[in-house]
């Protein structure tokens, strides 16, 4: 039997063990009715030691949720076994691998190989004994920086968030209580320093140096239909190809786990039309897919298109296949509109315009360049605001018709005159009002005095009754009518 003791206001459970020691438990400060609640758990453990029969159910719960401080001291007297989490003191290595092998069955063979990419990055800085739960925040942001000065921003941020993604399952496996990289920001994965526009003329020169119709073709199949290298051309079939229809299917790998998003079609272009008819023209009969003789996993297609650059005396650029297919999506949203050219690539307008879409040489020549050369509008005529930043292109003078001239010269003198001859006491009001100049409205009539001139002047008036005459309200003058006043032919 055990007893609850009071000592210095503290609770202490006593009790004689199953070795027949005598020991106590210390509570600390509590209610008298907390106490007996433990003691009675207390003898229920001491009966399970004596009699080795199962620990009641209610006990079992309590001992798996009391603290660990609580639960150290009923080890230290000798009434259960020590707390052993397994998850907890997993390697890192091991939870690395763990995670990797489950993901086996449903991640593409190219993200299985980023993730194994980030498990050597991980490793190397933690080591693989280090213990998951060890990690902190502190050291993710030590990793980041680590990894900031022997990579790329992009290459950086794809590190990082995939050992979010580690951690997050670790999280999600009960392993951790939080990521250490829940807090660690990943950063842009652009890298436009590595983004090249590969001229059409270029890539023609390389297919005139490829060994065989087959990378003839997958060099267009890259450039001219966008295709991702290798998967894409790879999974092509000549059933896939609708020359009735001047379309072509596509089976896309990588976008096929999105619903709807297994298949795309693009137009039979006319650069890859003529090289799938001579690739179909030397296929074997019966033959399946279009490209049969480089579908070995073991053969490196960067290395032979290398190869290829190499013979054709071409310098290689950045990201050979992926620049490609940003080459082509550039040059297709020049023609068609954006949405267009994504339904036909695969991907969205999002990630065209941060991952594909480039700004080439021709688009700055294009805008430099005048929208008419024989006397359209001039766009290199610079504003007069830089003439102080240099010598601005001068603008030719535009000719003015004879007609135009002529007209303008009499409307100049016209004008003259209104300003030379004075108009008298009577201004525009008539000095007599007849019927007949009512019907002449719209067009207001002015009344004459000797000396005044109206020559040249016409428009649309507002003629109100006045005593005496009619009075004008206003008056707008017009240049391309000819004014008939009362008393005087213009």
Known sequence: MASVNKESGRRIIQFVSADQKRRSVRLGKCEQRTAEGVRLHVERL????????????????????ISDDLHDRLVRAKLTQPRVDFRRGILLGDMLDQYIARRLADMKPWSIKMLRQCKDKLIG??????????????????????????????????????????FRDAVDSEILAKSPFAKVKAGSQRNPDRQRFVDAAVIDQAIEHAPDIEWKLLIALARYGGLRVPSEPLAMRWADVLWDQGKVLVRASKTEHHQGKGVRYIPLFPEIRKYLLEAFGQAEDGAEYVITRHRDPAVNLRTQFLRILARAGIKPWPKLFQNLRSSRQTELTETWPAHVVCAWLGNSEVVAR?????????????????????????????????????????????????????????????????IDNGMGATGFEPVKA???????????????????????????????????????????????????????RV
């Open 46 to 65: 001491i009966e399970s030691q004596t009699t080795g029969m199962p620990l009641h159910s209610e006990t079992s719960g309590w001992l798996a949720g």
């Open 125 to 166: 800085f933690f080591g693989k004994d280090k213990p998951v739960a060890a990690i902190t925040a502190a050291d993710a942001m030590d990793f980041k920086r680590s990894l900031a000065t022997e990579h790329s921003v992009a290459y950086v941020a794809k590190l990082v968030l995939l050992s979010r993604q580690f």
């Open 354 to 418: 941060n991952h594909y879409l480039q700004v080439t040489d021709e688009h700055f020549a294009s805008a430099a360049r005048d929208k008419d050369e024989t006397g359209g509008a001039e766009s290199g005529a610079a504003p007069a605001g830089f003439a102080s930043q240099g010598v601005a292109p001068t603008r030719e003078a535009k000719t003015v018709s004879p007609e135009l001239a002529r007209t303008s010269e009499e409307v100049r003198l016209n004008a003259k005159s209104c």
């Open 434 to 488: 007849e019927p007949a100049d009512l019907q002449s409205a719209p067009f207001g009539h002015l009344g004459t005095r000797p000396g005044f001139s109206a020559v040249g002047f016409s428009g649309r008036g507002n003629i109100r009754p006045r005593r005496g005459g009619m009075q004008v309200r206003s008056f707008r003058l017009k240049t391309e009518f000819d004014l008939e006043i009362p008393g005087s």
